[in-house]
């Protein structure tokens, strides 16, 4: 499959593919004060990798609590493009299912409390659930 997103005000892009069927893929929605803030419903698979395309200019990157994560944002409407952190030299993220217009192509989302975990058991998670992330500036 290959899916592609866009943000709010159409100034980054995100395309995901990879050998997944879409409907086995759980948005995951955080419910930490920072992902309220920017609202999002993650989606990730180490069988599907995500670009994010977009000016150097469009993007920023901010870190939350634990600071392990690199969370992309569109500057123009601020939404959460992907979250993501390098493993052994290798970038590995999620996406944001909200930039792909029709979301009940995907599993029925879960809420979860990544902030109950601790920073190894945070990223021994992220690295069985996510896939190649790459940042592609225009
Ligand atoms: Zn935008
Ligand atoms: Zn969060």
Redesign the pocket.
Known sequence: MKLYGVCKCGNCEVVAEGSIELSTLVPRI?D?E??QLHPSAVVSSPNMAVSVKAEASSIYQAV?GSGQAVFYHCKGCNQLLAVGAIFSGVSLGAVNACLFGNSDQFAEPISIQ?WLLSPAEKMARWSKLWGGLKICYA
């Open positions: 955080c930490c920072y992902c939350n990544p």
